[in-house]
Every structure is written in C-alpha cells, then in structure tokens.
Nanobody, 125 residues
Framework: QVQLVESGGGLVQAGGSLRLSCAVS????????MGWFRQAPGKEREFVAA????????NYADSVKGRFTVSRDNAKNTAYLQMNSLKLEDTAVYSC??????????????????WGQGTQVTVSS
C-alpha cells in the first residue's frame, strides 16, 4: 500500500511563495512518476505539474509555467512543488498523486494510481 501525505499549504498574500511537499511511503519511491493537481471550490480538478521517475522530465500547466517548479528527492521519498508569484486564482486544494512506472510526466488525473488527501492553499489580496 502506497501512502502520500502533503504538507506546506497555508495562507499567503498574492505575490508570495509556498513550497508543498508530498511524502511517499510504502513502496520504492523512485518507481513512481509524481503529479500535482488542484481543485478550487465549484471547479473541476486540474493538472498543475508532473515529474518523471528520475526527475529528468517535467510538465506544467500553462497557467503555472514560469511560476511553479516541480522536483523530487528520491533519497527522501518526497516530491515538491515550489510555488512563486502566487495569484488569487491559485487558491485551491492541492493534491499529489503517484503513477507506477511512469517514464514520462502524466497530465491526466485518471492515469494516477495513488492520491494524497490534499493541502489547502489560499492566496489573499
């Protein structure tokens, strides 16, 4: 059984930064491609960023390119999402997800095998 636990969410002013972490336990972390998704109230879940098993490939939603950076530390079994220049529209619950044996970053939520519970990110004006 794979478990994913997000942390690092909170309240931040527009223009500020947050770093989300996703700690993975239960299986070999380096086997999993990792993704970040978010869901705002009343909206569908949307893709944010993804990273391949090795960390050599990344993929971003157009809305966050140049502001967010996805990374991973396979020695620490943790994936990260560094969020800079946050905007009001970034407010959402952010969840990480793991895809077994994903050679390339996946943008479809349905492709992922395991999900965390999510962490709230609120951007204020």
């Amino acid at each position: 059984q794979v478990q994913l636990v997000e942390s690092g969410g909170g309240l931040v002013q527009a223009g500020g930064s947050l770093r989300l972490s996703c700690a993975v336990s239960g299986r070999t972390f380096s086997n999993y491609g990792m993704g970040w998704f978010r869901q705002a109230p009343g909206k569908e879940r949307e893709f944010v960023a993804a990273i391949s098993r090795s960390g050599g490939y990344t993929n971003y939603a157009d809305s966050v390119k140049g502001r967010f950076t996805v990374s991973r530390d396979n020695a620490k079994n943790t994936a990260y999402l560094q969020m800079n220049s946050l905007k009001l529209e970034d407010t959402a619950v952010y969840s990480c997800a793991a895809k077994d044996r994903a050679l390339l970053p996946r943008a479809r939520g349905d492709d992922y095998d395991y999900w965390g519970q999510g962490t709230q990110v609120t951007v204020s004006s």
